[in-house]
């Protein structure tokens, strides 16, 4: 059995049905009898949510006086925010044949999101005003979806002069990260955050001393040692977190750290909390379920970096994201042609479809006793919606209504074939999920139904 597989043992081998596509909308719409969360405010309790125009115009425990065209009878169900997933790659424009925002919108829409932030290493580098335009372009056409950007920190991503941080930021992008590539020249790094504090824009950074990865493809540890696996050391986070929160101090730039992986990383980021520094952090969701012991046999569906880590990393940041360290969990999707895990594994390439396990696998946390409902919501809307700085991940009156109606009791086994997304590389191929969404609405109009 591969050993990110639960218990086979289930009531249904259920996998989602095709995103709907809308004909003609209703105008208004009610969704009654839910266990509405609402991290915003803080409720938690069964009530009605109406939807006038794409936007909640009710919230109440007793039913609207109200008329409504469509009613949704939402009895035993849980309705939340649309998820906010802070980092997802849709590999377009430049690497189509991996996967395009027309392949992986309907997965977002079946795993309950309606709001993506895309990293700036897409091809052209998103350093300018011109190449953002052109991906906003691509996602207005596709639709369905409100999908940000972030822009290049440095031109090409080469961390050696600063983007155009200003047009930038005028160009509606949400943030500036530096994607998977380092700056290598410290003085670079602190001129960034000088410029980012000054336009108040929000830094991502993937922390992660290019120097101590050395190129590394697994944790350093007992498995890769096994194996004769090149390896990445903790101390990789920890070195470049412990400079870049230093710089922070320097300069009170914002700046959010991308995919936390370690024990001591999630130390450092709450040690920098505590002392009112402007710091925020998020977690993929396969750091919070898998571990080092699971690349064992060379699996390359489980090659991802940062790299998976023992379990005490693994509890330490499952404990993180309970306190509300780690403020965000998001999905790292990075979908793959089918080529991309058939090489050995140093050589196959890193990362993994998962638009479509995210929420799943956060409600795995709920069921566990890590989270409880309401937490869990604010993990998957409201924070990440704070971190982008965008208008999301609420139930209040007058906000669009992007919305996930989940069956949190729904036992089914994800298949990696029946994937939307056009890479099925998954570790979780199998896995007894329990949990999913039942209608995704973008704007009030569903763009998904189970």
Request: charged letters at 20%; proline letters at 6%; one cysteine or more.
């Amino acid at each position: 059995m591969n050993p990110s597989q639960r218990n086979k043992a289930v009531s249904s081998d259920w996998s989602p049905a095709r995103a709907a596509a809308p004909t003609t909308p209703a105008r208004s719409l009610l969704i009654r009898g839910a266990r509405v969360l609402d991290p915003a405010s803080g409720f938690d309790g069964i009530g009605h949510v109406g939807v006038r125009d794409g936007v909640i115009d009710s919230v109440s425990m007793a039913q609207p006086k109200g008329r409504y065209e469509q009613t949704i009878d939402a009895k035993g169900l849980w309705l939340m925010p649309g998820l906010v997933d802070l980092c997802a790659r849709f590999r377009e424009p430049g690497q189509t044949h991996k996967a395009s925002f027309a392949s992986e919108i309907p997965a977002a829409q079946a795993g309950g999101i309606t709001t993506v932030i895309l990293p700036p290493d897409s091809q052209p580098v998103i350093d300018s005003p011109a190449a953002l335009l052109r991906v906003q372009r691509i996602a207005a056409q596709a639709g369905g979806l409100d999908a940000r950007v972030l822009g290049a920190l440095t031109k090409g991503l080469g961390g050696e002069a600063l983007s155009e941080l200003s047009a930038l930021q005028a160009g509606g992008a949400v943030g500036a990260s530096q994607a998977l590539a380092p700056i290598r020249d410290v003085l670079v790094a602190r001129r960034a955050l000088d410029y980012a504090r000054g336009l108040g824009i929000t830094v991502h950074v993937f922390a992660q001393n290019a120097g101590l990865a050395a190129g590394g493809c697994a944790h350093e540890g007992a498995v890769a040692t096994r194996l004769g696996l090149s390896s990445i050391p903790a101390t990789a986070e920890v070195a470049d977190l412990r400079f870049w929160i230093s710089l922070v101090e320097d300069t009170g730039a914002r700046v959010h750290f991308n995919r936390l992986s370690t024990a001591r990383g999630a130390e450092l980021i709450e040690s920098a909390q505590q002392r009112g520094l402007p710091v925020t952090a998020d977690v993929a969701a396969h750091q919070l379920f898998l571990t080092d012991v699971d690349v064992d046999g060379f699996n390359a569906l489980c090659h991802v970096i940062p790299p998976l880590r023992d379990a005490s990393d693994r509890d330490a940041l499952r404990a993180a994201v309970a306190s509300g360290v780690i403020g965000a969990i998001c999905s790292d999707h990075q979908p793959h042609d089918a080529d991309a895990k058939i090489n050995p594994f140093p050589m196959t390439e890193p990362g993994i479809s998962a638009l479509e396990t995210l929420l799943p696998l956060t409600l795995e946390l709920v069921h566990d006793g890590v989270l409880d409902p309401l937490a869990a919501a604010a993990r998957l809307s409201l924070g990440p919606a704070r971190i982008a700085g965008l208008d999301a991940g609420t139930l209040s009156i007058g906000a669009n209504a992007d919305l996930v109606l989940i069956d949190p009791q729904r036992d089914w086994t994800l298949h990696a074939d029946h994937l939307r997304s056009a890479g099925r590389h998954t570790p979780f191929d199998g896995r007894v999920m329990r949990g999913a969404a039942v209608t995704t609405l973008f704007r009030g109009v569903p763009v998904y139904t189970a």
